[in-house]
């Protein structure tokens, strides 16, 4: 497939500045072509600037060309084929399947926001009429509407090249709201990048949008990250990656003269907690797919299940035999980057010198320079409430048990966690009473609970979140899957007193878009 090595500002393909950007085979540690000269600072203003011009044309634009430009993108991402496939398997090493799958996800997402901008229940709209007799005081007539924030910095994720990457749920929640967007691609994948740009810029024009819409920045290095979350024109962050990454912008956004919100999903442990009816009906089935999960392309989801707990005892020990057994099968697979590899391996050495923890069992090692093999590590509920390290999410196919002596002992370990996306309980019925104790818990740290199943999977549903209490994101009231994670990008208006003919038309009286509003606090569409 062709590529330009250019990245794309406010609707030009345009060459970088700076130092060269090159793609690297992972599985083979082969630089790839065509490299990307890095953005410099000007470029980086210039495509805040065009945002910032494109924003009051582009909000304002009716929900049926928005729903277009979504829908326009989906489908020539679908009309990229296997070239955008094969791309993304040389720039990750993640398989063909995955990668396919994932498509799938993200046109799916694009095309659920277009189905909702159509519906417009997303604006929320309000009408409380006035009530001039109201005693004591009487009422104003007040009406609200949901109205975009201004162009948003989307920072893609390494390890979803097309999910959460340039035309990921941020930038298409994003689009949605009514905000230009301004892409800065993960370095791991400027050629994808560029083939996906490519796609929302050609919607762009052919919606007779204006370019600064949308804009793809290839650089690498903080500096031009940290820019572009200062500058004065761009409204909100959306980023997907570390901890560390994710708390400098967050720092970087508070700092500004005109502060702004970050929403940063900076992943998580995703506790399963193996409750004991189930354990002793199932330990090894449910070892088997726990290892299957925790494995799948080298555990380099932010939805990875690292952290197991259990009731300690021979159901525990039979669940965690068969864990052993199944990962000490499993091949060892290719990282996403020569870094992500690093920090996995050295995450490993920490553990091993770790007091109270033991390693119980490792994967098949081989495979190419950056192949992370699977390892489990145990430790009992004393030794892991005492390090707090150890509550650290280590990206890659590694987990730890973790054996509490009863019940009590388990409920003070899942009281003592920090914010997670996800809580998964594998219970059976005879679990019931212990997981109506658990579940207010859980609630209270988690984006998601799960029972049975394991998380790595996010559907792109209305009722999704992807999210959750810090450290797994920075704001627990948002998703950055799901419906709401265009509720990041909007903001409620209340219009009082305003004369008819200054209403915008999602208020009006005579509600000409015939959208469900709630009228006097009672659902309506009149
Ligand atoms: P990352 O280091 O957080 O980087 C993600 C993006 O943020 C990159 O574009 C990076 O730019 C930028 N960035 C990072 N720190 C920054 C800072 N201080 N100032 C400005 N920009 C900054 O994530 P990664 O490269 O994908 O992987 C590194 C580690 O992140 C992994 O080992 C893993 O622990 C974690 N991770 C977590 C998730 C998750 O699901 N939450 C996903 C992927 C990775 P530059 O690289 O150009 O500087």
Redesign the pocket.
Known sequence: MNLTGMMLIGGQGVAGRRDMIRALDPSTDQPLEPGYAGADREQVEQACALAWEAFDAYRETAPETRARLLETIADEMEALGDGLIERAMVETSLPRARLHGERGRTCGQLRLFARTLRAGEWLDARVDPAMPQRQPLPRADLRQRQVALGPVAV?????FPLAFSVAGGDTASALTAGCPVVV?????HPGVSELTGRVIRQAVADCGLPGGVFSLLI????????QL?EHPAIAAVA????????E??MR?AALRPRPIPVYA????LNPVLALPHALAARAEAMAAAWVDALTLNAG???TCPSLLLAVEGEDLERFRRAAANAAAAKPADTM??P??HD??QSALHRLRRTPGVAERAFGQAGGGPYAAQAALFEVDAAGFAARPELAE???GPCALTVACRDQDELLSIVAGLDGQLTATLQMDDADLPLARELLPLLEARAGRVLANGFPNWVETSPAMVHGGPFPASSDSRATSVGLAAMDRFLRPVCYQNLPAALLPPQVADDNPLRLWRRVDSAWSQS
């Not at 999903?265 to 998580?268: A, I, L, P, Y």
């Open positions: 920072f893609g994720a390494g390890n800065k691609a993960h370095p791991a650089t690498d290095g903080h500096a031009l990250g940290r979350v980023f997907t990656g570390s901890r560390r990454g994710g400098a912008l970087a999903e900076m992943g998580s380099q989801f932010c996403l980057t870094a992500i920090a996995y999410e280590i990206f």
